[in-house]
């Protein structure tokens, strides 16, 4: 069983402020996905990465994958009011008829104005 | 991204009697749905994985014949929770995989079982 650490499991910062959220492994995933979810919905796609020590940005978000594809991590950097919600990484193992998406606990992100 | 729809959005219902969640995938086929659980404050679980044409994939510990699971179209999949009880009250959540691996989640079905 592929487990996904996240951490922290909560944050409440400062706007304008950064941070940085962990997902940690023993495992190899083919590619992780970070997603944002709002509360009463379902999750949204915000990245997926495929490639060790890849890096990608999405305006103030920035997510990495590790050389190992083993952990990654997201940093927000100047964080907003409307950054807040719950942000989830999941690591994608198996294909076909064997794939699947192990989901961490998630990080509850509290932005204060 | 794809589009993919659930309904209800929200149900109630009596222990006992069982509930029919739809997932429709509304932009494109998806050979492959998902259904998850979330309950209050904890991340997704994944429940199965739903083949049309197939039976579902059932992860250990879900009971198959209690969260019945039909994909018999490439735009639909259905999940029913038979003799429904308060601890199955939760949020279900299916999705549908896109290209490279991605999965695209459907806004979630809040049970309430009384």
């Known amino acids: 069983t592929q487990l996904l650490e996240q951490s922290p499991q909560f944050l409440s910062i400062q706007e304008g402020e950064n941070l940085t959220v962990y997902c940690n492994s023993s495992?190899?995933?083919?590619?992780l996905q970070w997603y944002r979810q709002e509360p009463g919905e379902g999750p949204v796609l915000l990245v997926t990465v495929v490639t060790g020590g890849e890096v990608k940005k999405l305006k103030r978000l920035t997510f990495q994958f590790g050389d190992a594809r083993k952990d990654s991590s997201l940093h927000i950097t100047a964080a907003q009011p409307g950054d807040t919600g719950l942000y989830l990484c999941?690591?994608?193992?198996?294909?076909?008829?064997?794939?699947?998406?192990?989901f961490g606990k998630g990080t509850l992100l509290t932005v204060n104005p | 991204g794809a589009v993919v729809s659930q309904h209800p959005s929200w149900v109630i219902c009596k222990s006992g009697t069982s509930v029919k969640i739809e997932c429709r995938s509304l932009?494109?086929?998806?050979?492959?749905m998902f259904w998850y659980r979330q309950f209050p404050k904890q991340s997704l679980m994944l429940m199965a994985t739903s083949n049309e044409g197939s039976k579902a994939t059932y992860e250990q510990g879900v009971e198959k014949d209690k969260f019945l699971i039909n994909h018999a179209s490439l735009t639909l999949s259905t999940l029913t929770v038979t003799s429904a009880h308060p601890e199955d009250s939760s949020f279900y959540i299916c999705?549908?995989?896109?290209?490279?691996?991605?999965?695209?989640f459907g806004p979630g079905t809040r049970l309430t079982v009384t």
């Open positions: 999705s549908t995989m896109g290209l490279v691996t991605e999965q695209y």
């Open positions: 999941a690591g994608a193992t198996g294909g076909g008829s064997n794939y699947k998406l192990t």
């Open positions: 932009d494109f086929q998806a050979t492959t």
């Open positions: 495992s190899v995933f083919s590619s």
